[in-house]
């Protein structure tokens, strides 16, 4: 065998033994050390000594879920303009040109967010 194929075969090797004993070492150590005192203001459903009114069966807009999707989604994406922000004088045209396709898209997305009307409140 290569030596090279038998330094990739270890390289694996070992990223799946650390990838898979770091979760079981952390489970452990944290089952180990957790405090094990249950009383019945644990198992209730608020922690807060409170006692819970109503019923839990509650509905909610659905809107509200879609403006919070929203916001992650567009929250993300300008995310990705950073790293080319900071590169931006190595860059060549190509690259300027490709992050001006990506703001148009993004720009289409929330016009049609807007224009679908999600981004109201009422």
């Given amino acids: 065998m290569p030596e090279v194929y038998v330094n990739s075969l270890l390289f694996i090797a ?7 004993g770091l979760p079981i070492v952390a489970f452990g150590l944290s089952r180990l050390l957790r405090p ?3 009383y019945r203001e644990k198992g209730e459903t608020y922690e807060s000594g409170t006692e819970p009114f109503g019923t839990s069966w509650v509905r909610f807009k659905v ?7 929203l916001f992650v989604l567009f929250d993300v994406e300008t995310l990705f303009l950073y790293p080319w ?3 931006f004088d190595r860059l060549g045209l190509f690259a300027v040109i490709e992050m ?4 148009f ?7 049609y967010a807007w224009r ?3 981004l109201e409140w009422n």
């Fill in 14 to 20: 070992v990223f799946v033994v650390v990838a898979l």
């Fill in 116 to 118: 679908k009307k999600v």
């Fill in 100 to 103: 001006f396709v990506f703001l």
């Fill in 105 to 111: 898209l993004l720009a289409l997305g929330l016009l």
């Fill in 36 to 38: 094990h005192h249950f």
């Fill in 85 to 87: 922000a900071v590169v």
């Fill in 63 to 69: 809107k509200y879920y879609m403006f919070a999707l």
